[in-house]
């Protein structure tokens, strides 16, 4: 893994949720197509919170070998007790955008860093390596999310009319 890979695609990413977000009214980065699932507004405030709280601060945590303990999160949890869906959705994307723009300038200062550096948690080791793969992976995660989330309120807002000629959502039919 490169450094220059992982800012770039951590910043492209970044580019791309800002385009998905930055135009949508606080009533649609609220709506949520069913009760179990997560709005707009609660993927970007995800978003946020794991930018600070896990992927930088634990590929820190794994190349320095810090002794204290794994930093804990609860990603679940944060939803409703950090109650995301009551946040206006401009600030939390500007947030989360702040908080990704630290976290490239603190990849792009790293000299060197040790992808393989291990630190052994109770579910089994995971490297630095790991940790900046899973990065840009999760984050392409969330961008399907968001992507899917549109789709969900163009089916909506187009009923009674129908997307299908567009194609399947469908991942099996693709």
């Known amino acids: 893994m490169q450094i220059v890979y992982l800012v770039a695609q951590l910043k492209m990413h970044a580019e791309t949720i800002h385009t998905l977000v930055s135009d949508i009214s606080e009533l649609q980065a ?61 600030h939390s994307l500007a947030s989360f955008l702040q908080a990704r723009d630290n976290s490239l300038k603190w990849l792009s200062a790293l000299k060197s860093p040790d992808w393989n550096a291990v630190y052994q948690l109770p579910f089994g080791p995971i490297t630095a390596g790991d940790m900046a793969a899973a990065w840009v992976g999760h984050d392409l995660l969330h961008i399907r999310q968001l992507v899917e989330l549109h789709w969900a309120a163009a089916a909506r807002d187009t009923a009674p009319y129908r997307l299908d000629y567009a194609g399947s959502w469908d991942e099996k039919d693709n």
């Open 30 to 90: 609220a709506w949520k197509p069913t009760p179990q699932q997560w709005s707009i507004l609660e993927v970007i405030n995800h978003l946020f919170d794991e930018e600070v709280e896990d992927f930088k601060t634990h590929l820190d945590f794994i190349l320095t070998q810090k002794e204290e303990p794994w930093p804990r999160i609860d990603p679940e949890g944060w939803v409703t007790q950090r109650q995301y869906n009551q946040r206006q959705i401009s």
